[in-house]
Nanobody, 124 residues
């Protein structure tokens, strides 16, 4: 029904920056809750950042707080994840998730839709 598409991943040196984007294709979909998650090889998927579309309220994992910023553009109907001061530990596949319900943004199972993922590699 609804397809999420992420973009912006790539290879960057430690201390560098990347900006990820997430958009959806649903003609009747109005997202309420959006989250960014990541999964490194051999690790479980973990919460990175989340945002409520209407209010703009944001939440962050402790590991990225102060370095990452989640934001939205109402006109473009797009959610972003600005990642600064990247560390090798940030290397993972990053996923965008969304739902049109108010949920606990930190819980993966609460989301209805997921993107295909985009690879972020931080290495010198």
């Amino acid at each position: 029904q609804v397809q999420l598409v992420e973009s912006g991943g790539g290879l960057v040196q430690p201390g560098g920056s990347l900006k990820l984007s997430c958009s959806h294709s649903g003609r009747t979909f109005s997202w309420s809750s959006i989250g960014w998650f990541r999964q490194a090889p051999g690790k479980e998927r973990e919460f990175v950042a989340g945002i409520r579309w209407n209010s703009g309220s944001t939440w962050y994992a402790d590991s990225v707080k102060g370095r990452f910023t989640i934001s939205k553009d109402n006109a473009k109907n797009t959610v972003y994840l600005q990642m600064n001061n990247l560390k090798p530990e940030d290397t993972a596949v990053y996923y965008c998730a969304a739902t049109n319900r108010l949920i606990n943004l930190r819980v993966p199972g609460a989301y209805d839709y997921w993107g295909q993922g985009t690879q972020v590699t931080v290495s010198s």
